[in-house]
């Protein structure tokens, strides 16, 4: 049974920073490409950043430069480190592989506001 457990977002000021992460368990971790992903209130859930187990990254435009992806295989843990964070990077975010093949988590709330 895969389980896959998201935290670290909050609410932050514009131009603030968050490390988001994600635990997997039930999975052969290392052998997926990882993404993370986000919804926004009223837009389909989209893809901004995916890992290969080999750590080969890349970023969707919206958040390139800004985001960083990471991944620790010996933790089974995902991070999103999130910089420069602006309102519309506003989202409720989650993890799962890339193309998307498990059941979604609980996803963590990010909140960009003054």
């Known amino acids: 049974q895969v389980q896959l457990v998201e935290s670290g977002g909050d609410l932050v000021q514009p131009g603030g920073s968050l490390r988001l992460s994600c635990a997997a368990s039930g999975i052969m971790f290392r052998i997926y490409v990882m993404g993370w992903y986000r919804q926004a209130p009223g837009k389909q859930r989209e893809v901004v950043a995916s890992i290969t187990g080999g750590g080969i990254t890349n970023y969707a435009d919206s958040v390139k430069g800004r985001f960083t992806i990471s991944r620790d295989n010996a933790k089974n843990t995902v991070y999103l480190q999130m910089n420069s964070l602006q309102p519309e990077d506003t989202a409720a975010y989650y993890c799962?592989?890339?193309?998307?093949?498990?059941?979604w988590g609980q996803g963590t709330q990010v909140t960009v506001s003054s």
């Open positions: 799962n592989r890339v193309p998307v093949f498990w059941s």
